[in-house]
């Protein structure tokens, strides 16, 4: 459940309906460019309905889809095969989908990908992250993400896995 002030600046922002169109009759989302003023009005630099916003503004194309993981540890030496999976099965020919690793052997995952299609497109984004052993990696997850969340802003939906 989203916290109530996020939950009502999304309904401020983004009011679509069942097809997609804004309660105004256009496609744009309702205040599409409010989200950006509002995060610096408030200088969080987040926008609550930034993703719908920058969406609306971009030219038609394919969609932007971040799978963060994180494969720290003896988990490093599956990252690539859980991009492989991906490539073959989530979101085929729908979205261009893009892999940001956080890990703390960086040039031993790097290592795996050379050669790959998705390395060489530029959509594997490999950041260290020191291994904090358990329970603090797991619990610190979300931290990291959000740390670097720079790495990933441009993207227009985001998913969180695990290796």
Not at 28 to 43: L, R
Not at 89 to 109: K, S
Request: net charge negative; proline share 4%; with cysteine.
């Amino acid at each position: 459940m989203l916290p109530a002030p996020l939950l009502s600046s999304l309904r401020q922002h983004v009011t679509l309906d069942s097809d997609g169109a804004s309660a105004d009759g256009g496609t744009q989302p309702k205040g599409a460019a409010a989200p950006a003023a509002e995060a610096e009005a408030d200088g969080t630099g987040w926008a609550a309905a930034g993703v719908a916003g920058q969406r609306a503004q971009q030219s038609a194309g394919p969609l932007k889809v971040g799978l963060l993981t994180v494969g720290s540890g003896r988990y490093g030496a599956f990252s690539r095969a859980n991009t492989m999976s991906a490539e073959k099965y989530l979101l085929r020919g729908v979205a261009e989908l893009h892999y940001f690793i956080f890990c703390d052997h960086v040039a031993a995952v790097q290592a795996q990908y050379h050669g790959q299609h998705v390395w060489e497109q530029g959509r594997v984004h490999v950041v260290f992250r020191e291994h904090d052993g358990w329970p603090s990696a797991s619990m610190k997850r979300s931290f990291t993400y959000l740390e670097h969340w720079a790495a990933w802003q441009h993207m227009d939906y985001v998913f969180a896995g695990a290796v």
